[in-house]
């Protein structure tokens, strides 16, 4: 039994920032997530189970990162009567890098996720989303990035549709 405050607090317990200001789980290496982007977050105690599978393979120049899993996540109890929802969800996520030089890496990913929402809405979803982003070591403490990601949610709810595209620039120092 927990609450997403702790499911957030257990991620962030485990998690690191790497050179390349990612958050990364300190136990395996790979990108962490801290709250679950598939399922929204909300108020109330859940019974939650979570399976997933990780393989990774890395090359001298790439790495390349399969995630499966399976979330339930049934409502206990609830601050405010109709505030939460019992929520599963089956996905997979596929990530790629490589080091094109010794100062740019390219990245790429993609993932698929269907959703169960229980009630009050008793509907499904299908989440996609891909994206790719490039950095360069500009200096020993300066990074520059630029990535795109998509998102496509459908449901057969249309209140639950979502596409979005996002373009993003940056700059990390670090000091």
Do not use: C
Not at 28 to 52: A, E, M
Not at 157 to 172: E, K
Request: proline share 4%; aromatic share 8%.
């Amino acid at each position: 039994m927990n609450t997403t405050a702790q499911n957030i607090s257990n991620n962030l317990a485990v998690s690191s920032v790497n050179s390349l200001g990612q958050i990364i789980d300190t136990r395996t290496g790979l990108p962490i997530v801290l709250s679950n982007p598939v399922l929204g977050l909300q108020s109330g105690v859940f019974d939650t189970k979570y399976l997933t599978a990780t393989a990774t393979t890395i090359w001298e120049r790439d790495q390349l990162s399969t995630l499966v899993y399976q979330y339930d996540s049934a409502i206990v109890g609830q601050t405010t009567p109709g505030s939460g929802v019992s929520q599963t969800a089956t996905g997979v996520n596929v990530t790629w890098s490589r080091e094109l030089t010794p100062l740019t890496t390219a990245y790429a990913g993609a993932g698929y996720a269907h959703i169960n929402l229980g009630s009050p809405s008793n509907t499904t979803e299908d989440v996609f989303n891909a994206g790719v982003s490039l950095t360069y070591l500009l200096s020993s403490s300066l990074t520059g990035w630029a990535s795109y990601s998509f998102l496509d949610r459908t449901s057969p709810q249309p209140q639950f549709r979502l596409t979005s595209n996002v373009v993003t620039v940056g700059l990390r120092k670090t000091f």
